[in-house]
């Protein structure tokens, strides 16, 4: 592990670096991680980052972040074996944490809501790695199931009754 957390900050910083960007990235810290997330968690420290430049690597809805995420994903695991690929995750001002939050209480309100009326409810402004996690949290629901409609950009979660 720890040489994919040393390949993930190297990465994460040469790319921070081209961007312009006064940061770096730690991977201790983060005691506040939901269990269920297995991940290298990397951290661009915002101390050097003006609250613009913050906001800019977050992006509207995580978009930015997302796409960081993504490239780390793709990048640091081509051409490894299979059970040498690593999952990361970027974080950056407590981004992921609170919409892990965010996003378990909207899955509640919607297990709640299939639970008791029996409809299926449509969750939509998802990432396709949000879309990803709410799927593993109901893979083994005995009476939930989930799946995935419509095309990117306007696709859509569904949360329905087995």
């Known amino acids: 592990m720890e040489n994919q957390v040393e390949r993930g900050k190297s990465w994460l910083e ?7 960007m006064p940061a770096t990235a730690i991977s201790e810290g983060f005691e506040t991680i939901p269990e269920d997330l297995d991940s290298c968690w990397l951290n661009i420290e915002a101390a050097n980052l003006s ?5 800019l690597l ?18 640091l695991n081509i051409n ?13 001002d407590g981004y992921r944490v609170k919409r892990y939050q965010e996003l378990t209480a909207l899955l509640d309100q919607a297990t709640t809501q299939v639970r008791e009326t029996g409809q299926e409810v449509e ?7 949000e ?7 109901l893979q083994n629901s005995e009476d939930l199931a989930t799946e995935s409609r419509g095309q990117e950009p306007h696709r859509k979660l569904i949360v329905k009754l087995r």
């Open 51 to 55: 609250p613009e430049q913050s906001q």
């Open 123 to 129: 969750i939509s402004d998802l990432s396709s790695a």
């Open 14 to 20: 040469k790319v921070l670096a081209l961007m312009g």
């Open 131 to 137: 879309r990803r996690q709410i799927h593993s949290f």
């Open 80 to 92: 490894r074996e299979q059970n040498a690929q690593g999952s990361y995750t970027i974080e950056l």
């Open 58 to 75: 977050i992006g509207e809805k995580g978009h930015n972040i997302d796409a960081l995420q993504y490239l780390a994903n793709t990048l």
